[in-house]
């Protein structure tokens, strides 16, 4: 267990408990709660618990297993992102090698590039070379009906599914000076993020009245956003010690992660309106599908990421 | 009919590979002797189709399938043993007017005979693949099959998406996600005339299309 440390595994424990004491809240509100018309919320806010347990087990096993195993978890992520994402957008004939390079040469050459630690391609290989790519790819390809709508729809989708995502991983990569293994600092983000989604949406629920933005994201509200951004902060700021952070700096950095993981969901809610549907697949029970789930850490990632490594990275 | 070894494999493998989200409206999977016909843009068509079904429907349900495409080395290996393929004889542009190689009537005879008496049978009425934006007129062959069972039961399922991922011509897949639809079951009524008929199926199976 070379992989573990007693931070981690305090972590882990903090999830476990979390986990089980949502189990326990989805069983007492199914049980006490009779009114048909909260029936569906119950039965779906259980389901997005169950998916948790899972998710969590898939992602603290990679974490145990290394840099490898968090690799591989988030290229999958990105290619079933990227699926998702061309899916639900208006694709051509023409497309179809330049989607081929997109999915199979661009993401796990972008994946590689963080196994082999070389941030100066990783950090330029879709923004430059795949953005100048797919437009040439698309000419040879020689359809011009819709050609920039076609080649941005295909560079923004590498952007935030593959590029974006695969800045959570990319924190392995950073060599903080006394701090020790930077997966912690990966779980921190992960943590952050993703209970900041939760907490959103545990006091939109409990009190959501005054809609945000109805028309991109009905289910946002003012109070869900200020309720959840603070619990999250207030939560990133009490696991300062599994990260390099003082205190005051993990609060500022956990401000700066919820807010981000916010810009996400509205921005990737935003793209479904757009295109006439819900949810962007429904690989995650209660959930949707993977960009439902990862929206936010899209966002959040590659600025906390930078935050680290500008501050922190000598 | 026994399910091939690799059979599992494959449905799961071709599940993976498609993302297929299979829907069943108005309609269940129903272990009764059927012909499953589908929109035609792939050659991943059939396997995803043949995958979607439940595993002991599937191990009874056999493709149709173009002889002059399947009958080559590993391809047809895989589609002889593995999906127990009905390779049938089609007419191509070249030929038609050459009463020769693709004879109707052997087909008809030789689905019949795969059908036995509870063999299932996956069929693509179009005859060909098509781009995916339009579904072509029907050939004859789903009456004739008809006529000669009287009672068949036909199971429209329509196929969005696996254009996208292999469409025709190329010979990578890209993934994307695929949805296939399962509409409610219908029969050739006595004295239906064939043009009626041929279009009362087509316009079942476009009905499915954005349900």
Redesign the interface.
Known sequence: MKNLDSQLVWAFAGVLGLLALSSLIGVVLKAVIRKPEAQGTISNLNARIGAWWIMSAIFALTLVIGPIGSLVLFGLMS?LA???Y??LLP?R?AD??T??WA?FIFTPLQYFLIGIQWYGMFAILIPVFAFLFVPARLAIAGDTEAFLERASTIQWGLMICVYCLSYTPALLMLQIPGYGRPAKLMLYLVLVDQLSDVMQYVWGKMLGRHKIAPVVSPNKTWEGFVGGVLSATAIGTALWWMTPFTPAVAAAVSLAITLMGFAGGLTMSAIKRDRGVKDY??LIKGHGGILDRMDSMCFAAPIFFHIVRYFYVR | MRAHPLAGIIAGAARLISGVNVRWVDSEPDARQTVYFANHTSHLDFVVLWSSLPAEIRARTRPVAAQDYWEKGLRQAVAVNVFQAVLVARRTARQEGQASSGDPKQAIEQMLDAMGSDNSLILFPEGTRGTGEEVAAFKSGLYYLCQRRPGLRLVPGYLNNLNRILPKGEFLPVPFISRLTFGPALTLAPDEPKPAFLTRAREALCRLRSI
């Open positions: 290619l990227l699926r998702e061309v899916t694709t004939r179809h090698r989607l081929f999915f697949g429904t």
